[in-house]
């Protein structure tokens, strides 16, 4: 099992910066390629950006793509999010997913692909 703490999220104001961490811990040993997705009030949980276990390969949902940053570090166990320019419509609770993987540079996009998931931190972006 591993356990995945999401932090980082809060209230900012539009054309702002957070950046998300995900810290994992429990059976860490293995290779995981990491995810964020993100559920909006009344809407379905939708992919975010995905990053592969040697970090050398990432995914972003159009929406995102070229304001997020998708990042690992294998060492600290830790995933981040860096969240620039936001949006009101990027307010969500993020949730961190992980998928241990045999392959080090494969990327997944599908929530069903993930095995483990935390808890969620919400963003609340203010126009």
Known sequence: QVQLIESGGGL?????????????????????AMGWFRQAPGKAREFVAGISWSGSRTRYAESV????????????MTVYLQM????????????CAA?????????????????????GTQVTVSS
Do not use: H
């Not at 900012?12 to 811990?25: D, F, H, M, P, Y």
């Open 84 to 95: 620039n320019s936001l949006k009101p419509e990027d307010t969500a609770v993020y949730y």
């Open 12 to 32: 900012v104001q539009a054309e702002g910066s957070l950046r998300l961490s995900c810290q994992a811990s429990g059976r860490t040993g293995s290779r995981y």
């Open 65 to 76: 793509s070229g304001r997020f940053t998708i990042s690992g570090d294998n060492a600290k």
């Open 99 to 119: 998928r241990s993987v045999t392959l080090a540079a494969v990327v997944f996009t599908e929530d069903y692909e993930f095995e483990f998931w935390g808890q």
